[in-house]
């Protein structure tokens, strides 16, 4: 499976941007999908999560209340909605999927994944 994320940019504090996570397979939507960040000199750390069902999501608790995860079947896309954005929020986003069931446990772990997309930067700054 070949991920692709886009959507990136700079924005200025309290803006917002929408990630997008496509993959090549035509059954994407069979996969739980995750999104982390890496911000430099820093580990990669969990931002959210998606079962494949869509029915249940996980996140990170420094970007709850402000990312959205949804699915978009019809673009075969999972999207990362972004608001209330803060410099802190600056890092590579990438996106992953695993074609397994999701935990709150596993959501949060990167090698629970088996596939990667090359991820995008996200620049916060006035």
């Known amino acids: 499976v070949q991920l692709q994320a886009s959507g990136g940019g700079m924005v200025p504090p309290g803006g917002s941007l929408r990630l997008s996570c496509g993959a090549s397979?035509?059954?994407?939507?069979?996969?739980?999908v995750g999104w982390f960040r890496q911000a430099p000199g820093r580990e990669r750390s969990f931002v959210g999560a998606?079962?494949?069902?869509?029915?249940?999501?996980y996140y990170a608790d420094s970007v709850k209340g402000r990312f959205t995860i949804s699915r978009d079947r019809a673009k075969n896309t999972v999207d990362l909605l972004m608001n209330s954005l803060k410099p802190e929020d600056t890092a590579v986003y990438f996106c992953?999927?695993?074609?397994?069931?999701?935990?709150?446990?596993?959501?949060?772990?990167?090698?629970?994944?088996?596939?990667w997309g090359q991820g995008t930067q996200v620049t916060v700054s006035s």
């Open positions: 992953a999927a695993v074609r397994a069931h999701l935990t709150l446990e596993t959501s949060q772990k990167a090698d629970f994944y088996d596939y």
């Open positions: 397979e035509s059954d994407f939507s069979m996969y739980a």
């Open positions: 998606i079962r494949w069902t869509g029915e249940m999501k």
